[in-house]
């Protein structure tokens, strides 16, 4: 060996160890750096997604169990190694097609538990019709255990649920309450108590009356108004839920049942048993008069017709599958442009498409 070839190994050994010892420096750095994010999370579990556990077995297995050991911090290497030999796993695992019609039976117990459920009166062989109806061929007994299965008794035993005695009874019930609005006049700010009522099926609302002073007589003329034969509110109603404010009156009370309209008065305390109207109040407050600095009685009264119309015509209900109470007809022709109609000055808006 030449003195340049030993030269030229020292110079290369010298190197090899340089970047040796760089490399350790800086895996000695990730790794204390990982142990102070690791304190970050104070005890707490670290989440890792799918993706990010498959890189970390990929580069897992490539360094080995012992060197794991030594630089992995944020697991352990059997779980690393443990979520490798689940990659691998699944890189042999297919997916086979189902042969036939799939579903069939999961279908069929749905069918039967929603049957039995929404039907108190259906017994098996009524629930066995239904579902010949929609192409199912099964047999009493079959309905019998799946009816089991979930708890579900025979149709003697098997009570009307509240959700469908009122369903079945929603289009005769209305409901009633009051909310109140600070109006500024020339008297000053005044207090006026508005009273709506609202059928529980269709969620039309139609406002009673206002007044800031909510007495005996105004009561009893809301209740002529209600029970008009001509154009009454209340005309098709048999039960009006209200609460037990004294603002319903014993006169008022009697004049609805005097025209056939039983009044319902809800627990103390108890807004939930009222809860449609307490959401009309909500929506009316938050959408709209809370927004709004009212000067004047004709302003207030204004505002409340204004809203009332945008809920009717133009605001879509949950409670009635994100539809329109009263939908406007369709316009002939292809709609070709967006419009956008307001109301109060835009604080309430409506848009549909309308033909050039």
């Known amino acids: 060996m ?65 060197l794991l050991q030594k630089v992995a911090t944020i697991v352990t290497p059997d779980t690393i190694l443990r979520w490798h030999r689940r990659l691998i796993a699944a890189k042999w695992t297919y997916v086979t097609a189902r042969v036939g019609r799939p579903g069939v039976m999961k279908e069929i117990r749905h069918l039967v538990v929603r049957f039995a459920r929404e039907n108190s009166g259906w017994g098996y062989s009524r629930i066995q019709g239904a579902l010949k109806n929609l192409g199912h061929q099964v047999c009493d007994s079959t309905i019998a255990n799946i009816m089991k299965e979930h708890g579900l008794k025979p149709a003697p035993d098997r009570p009307t649920s509240w959700r469908t005695f009122l369903k079945s009874h929603m289009g005769e019930v209305a409901a009633t309450d009051f909310f109140t609005t600070e109006v500024w006049t020339p008297r000053g700010l005044t207090t006026y108590y508005t009273l709506f009522v609202i059928d529980l099926k269709t969620r039309r609302v139609c406002i009673g009356g206002t007044t800031p002073n909510p007495d005996d007589a105004f009561m009893a003329q809301v209740a002529r108004n209600l029970t008009d034969i001509v154009d009454g509110f209340l005309l098709s109603k048999r039960f009006l839920i209200c609460d037990r404010d004294t603002k319903f009156s014993g006169r008022f009370r009697r004049l609805l049942s005097g025209a056939g309209v039983e009044v319902i008065r809800t627990p103390f305390r108890a807004p939930n048993a009222n809860a449609y109207a307490e959401r009309f109040v909500r929506s009316i ?42 939908p406007v007809a369709a316009q002939a022709g292809t709609p070709s442009h967006v419009s956008c109609r307001e109301r109060l000055g835009g604080l309430l808006k409506f848009y549909r498409r309308e033909v050039a």
């Open 285 to 326: 407050k938050e959408e709209c008069l809370s927004k709004l600095v009212l000067f004047g009685e004709d302003r207030f009264l204004r505002a409340i017709t204004e809203f009332v119309d945008h809920y009717h015509l133009e605001r879509n209900h949950q409670g009635l599958g994100n539809e329109l109470i009263e």
């Open 2 to 66: 030449t003195a340049d070839q030993a030269a030229f190994q020292i110079l290369l050994a010298s190197f090899a160890g340089w970047v040796n010892r760089e490399q350790a420096q800086v895996i000695d750095y990730l790794r204390e750096e990982n142990r102070i994010l690791k304190e970050q999370l104070r005890g707490r579990r670290l989440r890792l997604t799918d993706a990010q556990r498959r890189r970390l077995a990929a580069k897992g297995r490539v360094l080995g169990r012992r």
